[in-house]
């Protein structure tokens, strides 16, 4: 079993930055592809980021690509998500999720090919 905690979250204004992590325990998550969602009130989670276990293949929903860095330690058994210039739009719970592959180089993009969550943490952006 892998548990996954996230923390970062907070309140800021628009343009402003935060960067969430994601700690992992249970599991060294170095064999898991991890990837970010969010969901704001009233919508369906939707992908935000992926990242490899290998951390050489990334991908970004259109929506943050140029905004969002997603990296990894895997030393640490962390994930993060780097967040910047943020909107209002970016309001919602950010979730991380693992899922083992065996290829270094694949990610999966869509929630319910993961297998593991964490219990996410709230992002607020005002205007």
């Known amino acids: 079993q892998v548990q996954l905690v996230e923390s970062g979250g907070g309140l800021v204004q628009a343009g402003g930055s935060l960067r969430l992590s994601c700690a992992a325990s249970g599991r060294t998550v170095s064999s898991y592809a991890m990837g970010w969602f969010r969901q704001a009130p009233g919508k369906e989670r939707e992908f935000v980021a992926a990242i490899s276990w290998s951390g050489g293949s990334t991908d970004y929903a259109r929506s943050v690509k140029g905004r969002f860095t997603i990296s990894r330690d895997n030393a640490k058994n962390t994930v993060y998500l780097e967040m910047n210039s943020l909107k209002p739009e970016d309001t919602a719970a950010y979730y991380c999720?693992?899922?083992?592959?065996?290829?270094?180089?694949?990610?999966?993009?869509?929630?319910?090919?993961?297998?593991?969550w964490g219990q996410g943490t709230p992002v607020t952006v005002s205007s």
């Open positions: 999720a693992a899922r083992f592959l065996r290829d270094s180089g694949s990610y999966p993009t869509t929630w319910f090919e993961y297998d593991y």
